[in-house]
Structure formats: C-alpha cells, structure tokens
C-alpha cells in the first residue's frame, strides 16, 4: 500500500474514532443518569459504571490521537518524496535546457528527451511551474526551429528560464521567501536581472 492510501484510510479510520467518540459522549451521558439512578441502591455500582465509561473514553481517544500521530508522520514522509522528486526533476530539466543552450543548439534525440523530461515534469510540478514552461517552451520551440540558436534567440531563451527558475524557486522554497520579506515578483526580477547581467558579461 502506498504513502497515499495510507493516509486516506488512517483518515477514515478518524473519522469512524470521532463518530465513535461523539456517540460515546452523548450516550454515556445518558447512559450514566439512568444508571445512577436505578443503580443507586447498590454500593459502588456507580463508581464502577463510571470507571468503566472513563476506559472505554480514554481507549478511543488515544486511538485517535495514535491514528492522527500517523498520519501527520505519513504526510511528513510523502512532502519529503514529493520534494525530493521535483528537485531531480528540475534539475535534470535545467541541465539538460543548458546543454542545449552550450552546444548552440539542439538534435533530434535531444527534442526527444526533453519530451520525456516533460511528462516527468507533468507528474509533481507545481500548477504555476506547469504554466510558466509551457511559456518557456513558446520561445524554445521558436529558437530551436533551425537547431540552432542565434545570439538573440539565445538571450530569450535565458529570459525565458529566468522567469521559469523564479517558479521552480517559488514551488520549492515558497514559505521560506514569505518568511524572507521580499515578494514573488522582486524575487522573479532578481533572478531576470541576474541572468541578463551574466548574458550582458558575457557578451
């Protein structure tokens, strides 16, 4: 069974902890003012009553709270993997864009890798990561339509990927640029500013 299922079915398993306890509550409530009073006649009978609803109360609870222990440790353990994934996957797609832009343009096995690389990026990447390469592949698929990659072509190609990195950036490390004081879009500049003072050096 994998990570998911799991955590669907400690879900459910909650679920039925919760209902379980709601009726334990309200029944046992019940429960204890008929038996207190025809129990009231018999020493102790009471108490023991009462010992026995605060085990079956306690034995519930702790299941659910155990259930819920699991659950936020398997969801832990999922945004690790996920993480992990989009990190390879990322990086290997920017590795292999900056193979294309260093040899100066692109093959036939080349475009078909990529193409591999993108359904890879189709299962984890972020809604906005998804968008903001279909853009990038835009301009890509324009410059590549000779296989080969002119200066300009290859200035909007950076621009392109600058604007794709800030995303991935976004998707990977997002609440910690919250927590950092600077906004989506200052960050993005940045990272377009940064890239087009390489291009200008290099230049």
Do not use: C
Request: net charge neutral.
């Amino acid at each position: 069974m994998n990570t998911s299922s799991r955590i669907g079915q400690l879900r459910k398993q909650n679920l039925i902890y919760l209902i379980l306890s709601v009726i334990l509550v309200i029944g046992g409530y019940l429960w204890l003012r008929a038996a207190y009073a025809s129990a009231s006649q018999w020493p102790f009978t009471q108490e023991i009553l009462l010992v026995i609803l605060g085990i079956v109360a306690t034995i519930l609870i702790t299941a659910l709270l155990l259930n819920k222990q699991t659950e936020v440790e398997l969801e832990k353990e999922w945004s690790i993997k996920l993480a992990d994934l989009k990190v390879d996957i990322y990086t290997k797609l920017l590795d292999h864009i900056e193979h294309h832009l260093a040899s100066g343009g692109i093959t036939p096995e080349e475009r078909l890798r990529l193409q591999f690389l993108t359904h890879k990026l189709a299962l984890a990447a972020a809604p906005n990561v998804l968008e903001e390469y279909h853009r990038f592949l835009q301009v890509f698929g324009s410059a590549s339509s000779d296989s080969r990659f002119s200066e300009e072509e290859a200035r909007k190609i950076h621009d392109a990927l600058a604007r794709l990195t800030a995303e991935i950036r976004r998707d990977l490390v997002g609440e910690g640029d919250d927590q950092s004081g600077y906004s989506i879009s200052e960050i993005r500049a940045q990272i377009i500013e940064n890239t087009r003072r390489v291009n200008r050096s290099a230049g």
